[in-house]
């Protein structure tokens, strides 16, 4: 009986035409749903010769920052506030911190000096107070003895300022006076028994710098901004408060940063 010879089929040939329609359609919808990554290339020029290993050091000075911005920035420690900008520094407000506290079983209502490190104690029974007792931070402005300085203000709790802008310690008939209200109000002195000397609150003070700082720099192109620079252990709820201070200066832009260590 004769062998039947294997019939040997040939492959069939791939058909590749819908292949290709798909990748004409796909790889542009690819490419137009990608996100590519940005590099940013930071020019950066060392002062004269500060070069740091490096092939040379850079020999020239770097351009003049010749914006009008003000760069205003006010740095916050447990016991000053500075205020600087691109100009230099004002003056610095050293201040004492007190802490009102209204404890929850007795509602007992004390006010007791802040000790960075040192918890507030109930006065009577020796408790560890939280920071949930804690109604006010009062800040009250000083001399570089840390001696509380003492200022006028109107019935409403206005301080009240000089054509120049300073705190006024006392006032006499017919003085012309200035509350700390934006814009200032002036007033005429005729019953000096109607204004009160109190504690210079520090917070007022800061709004009477920066108003001034505005009333001079209203042009700038950063008139509206200031940079809060505190220390770690600044509490957050006088950052709070200076920023009140600040937009009641008309500081609306304010952002926050940390002091290195």
Do not use: W
């Not at 919808?29 to 092939?55: C, H, N, W, Y």
């Amino acid at each position: 009986m004769a062998k039947l010879k294997s019939e040997v089929k040939p492959a069939p040939e791939i058909d590749l035409k819908c292949f290709m329609n798909l990748m004409v359609v796909l790889i542009p919808m690819l490419l137009m749903s990608a996100e590519f990554s940005k590099v940013a290339i930071i020019d950066i020029k060392l002062p004269e010769q500060r070069g740091s290993q490096t092939k040379s050091a850079v020999t020239e000075q770097p351009q003049e920052d010749k914006s009008a911005k003000i760069l205003l920035t006010a740095i916050i420690t447990d016991s000053v506030v500075t205020l600087g900008a691109k100009g230099g520094f004002m003056p610095s407000l050293f201040y004492r911190e007190f802490h009102r506290y209204v404890t929850r079983e007795d509602n007992a209502d004390f006010t007791v000096e802040y000790e960075p490190g040192k918890p507030a104690l109930h006065p009577r029974t020796g408790r560890e107070l939280t920071v949930y007792e804690r109604l006010e931070i009062y800040l009250y402005a000083t001399d570089e003895n840390r001696n509380i300085i003492n200022s006028m203000y109107t019935k409403f709790g206005e301080m009240l300022t000089n054509v120049d802008g300073n705190p006024m310690q006392s006032v006499s008939v017919g003085d012309t006076v200035f509350a700390l209200t934006n814009p200032r109000r002036r007033i005429i002195v005729s019953n000096p028994a109607e204004f009160e000397s109190k504690p210079l609150s520090a917070y007022d003070e800061l709004k009477n710098r920066l108003m001034k700082i505005k009333e001079r720099y209203r042009d700038a192109d950063d008139a509206d901004d200031l940079i809060i620079a505190a220390e770690n252990e600044v509490i957050f709820d006088k950052i709070v408060q200076i920023m009140d201070a600040a937009r009641g200066a008309e500081f609306p832009n304010i952002s926050i940063a940390k002091l290195r260590a």
